[in-house]
């Protein structure tokens, strides 16, 4: 199952993403809910990098992706809620492969 756990100021600004496992619905490499959930972090990091200019702390690879977010602009928040709703849209439609969890710092 892949563990997605979202940290949170009181003041609803996220903190920190930290996402583990993996799906378990298809072979490796062919698994869609995988590469769905790989697919919306990469971006997450390439909004923040390359469009917003903020990049997160963190690493990502296979398997895990642990990123800490520097409190910022409006941008940096409307991409990293963009990708936030696509999964937990992928935790809703998948939650055999697939847990959403938030928690306040």
Known sequence: ????????RADGTPTRLLMTGHANRGEYGSDIVC????????????GLTQVVGQA???TVDDGKADLTFVAGS???RAVIDTV????????RTAPDAVSWQEFID
């Open 1 to 8: 199952m892949i563990k997605i756990r979202v940290w949170r």
């Open 84 to 91: 936030f709703v696509g999964l937990q849209d992928l935790a």
């Open 56 to 58: 997160p702390s963190g």
């Open 74 to 76: 409006s941008e940096a």
């Open 35 to 46: 590469a769905a959930a790989s697919a919306l972090v990469e971006t997450l990091v390439m």
